[in-house]
């Protein structure tokens, strides 16, 4: 069997995700050949493993694929470009700054036929799976309950501290910390037919409650602006579906950056399925979590 070459994948952007998490992985994995990165200040980009890129159009020039680092105002814009190039898609979450924003990328997406995946880190979190491998493939009835918190002190010091579309009033956890939680809840009670009520109280806690296709409730508390260190995660159903508690730390971030690049190759050399959190599923979730948003208003 001939063993396909290493994609050519570049990357945009030079903040700390980008240097701890994305140019890493990039890197040592090896099916990618790290081909270019680009950032709007070029000293950012230095000791990220790649060379760097003149522009954007240099960088989508350079590669097969772009994997995307930036806030999701920025993202959109470049995710639709590089599509329409023909160039396959690592995005961050949220996909853009508004549910219309990621339906034009993934309207592009589609149109250009390329393979997307949305880096949703606890998707490919070996205790994450094995706690969702726990529930059948039918939605959770009447009788179960979920129950989910991620409390963090993100937003009061560190390198996101100063993140501006995470720390914008409305936006903080819900934005950043919601699609994980809301994917994980889809995925292990069915998917979420109603946001039955919303809360938010200033600075950043947001509490809200989801009812489930098989008629499951389930109720997320989300902060990222707690004194707690390291982060309190869990995420529980209890009742009929059996009583399944995942609660800790996530693994490493980088090894499930590689897991994600796995799962994104395989489907680019179509030796594998497509990924399981493509730009559709990423338009999915931020329909909920803006509805949360409306809602809490």
Not at 40 to 59: I, T
Not at 142 to 164: C, E, F, I, K, N
Request: hydrophobic share 50%; aromatic share 6%.
């Amino acid at each position: 069997m001939t063993r396909s070459a290493p994609l050519r994948i570049g990357l945009v952007g030079g903040g700390h995700w980008a240097r701890t998490v994305h140019a890493p992985a990039l890197v040592a994995h090896p099916g990618v050949e790290f081909a270019a990165v680009w950032t709007r200040r070029p000293e950012a980009a230095a000791g990220l493993g790649a060379p760097l890129a003149g522009s954007f159009a240099e960088l989508v020039d350079a590669v097969d694929a772009v994997a995307f680092a930036v806030p999701p105002q920025v993202q959109a814009g470049l995710a639709i470009e590089a599509a329409s190039a023909g160039r396959h898609l690592i995005c961050e979450k949220p996909l853009a700054a508004d549910v219309a924003g990621a339906r034009k990328v993934v309207d592009a997406v589609a149109a250009a036929g390329v393979v997307s995946s949305v880096v949703l880190t606890l998707r490919h979190d070996a205790g994450v799976q094995e706690w969702l491998a726990g529930f059948g493939h039918q939605p959770a009835s009447p009788d179960t309950v979920g129950l989910a918190r991620w409390l963090s002190g993100a937003l009061l010091g560190g390198p996101y501290a100063t993140s501006g579309w995470r720390a914008e009033p409305g936006n903080g956890a819900v934005l950043d910390l919601g699609p994980h939680v809301v994917d994980l809840l889809e995925s292990a009670l069915g998917p979420v037919v109603d946001i039955e009520w919303a809360r938010y109280d200033e600075p950043d806690l947001w509490r809200f409650g989801l009812r489930h296709a098989g008629g499951a409730r389930s109720t997320t508390v989300l902060s990222l602006r707690l004194p707690v260190d390291p982060s309190e995660i869990e995420i529980a159903a209890y009742g009929g579906a059996g009583t399944h508690v995942f609660r800790g730390r996530v693994a490493d971030a980088q090894e499930c950056y590689k897991a994600l690049l796995d799962e994104f190759l395989a489907a680019v050399h179509g030796t594998g399925p497509m990924p399981v959190a493509d730009a559709a599923r990423g338009l999915r979730l931020q329909e909920i979590v803006d509805g949360v948003r409306a809602l809490a208003r």
